[in-house]
């Protein structure tokens, strides 16, 4: 996914937490929600985009990372199978602009 603008030109949120897997566990789902938000600038130009607001992770041990959270709007979901999550790379200014899930092949 890919926003037409970088950055979020509203609240800034901070919401870094860092998990920890066993050694045998394996991310296999990701899943990422979003909504739609319009903005206006001072030209009274406006448009809408889709901002990320959560990212929900699965691995093979039953655990959802981060657990118990809710986000409304719409929900993508990225799975392959015989593959497990390797690393995400992106960009993001106050909010994720463009984020990239890279996948290993485990069978």
Do not use: C
Request: hydrophobic letters at 35%.
């Amino acid at each position: 996914m890919e926003s037409n603008i970088h950055g979020y030109h509203g609240q800034k949120i901070h919401s870094a937490v860092e998990y920890d897997l066993n050694q045998d566990e394996r991310i296999y789902v990701v899943q990422v929600n979003t909504i739609m938000m319009q903005f206006t600038f001072g030209d009274n130009k406006s448009f809408t985009t889709e901002i990320i607001t959560n990212l929900q992770f699965f691995t093979n041990k039953g655990r959802t990372i981060p657990p118990n959270t809710f986000a409304e709007g719409n929900v993508y979901t990225e799975r392959f199978n015989g593959y497990t999550l390797g690393y995400a790379t992106g960009r993001a200014g106050l909010r994720i602009d463009q984020i990239q899930f890279f996948w290993y092949r485990t069978t």
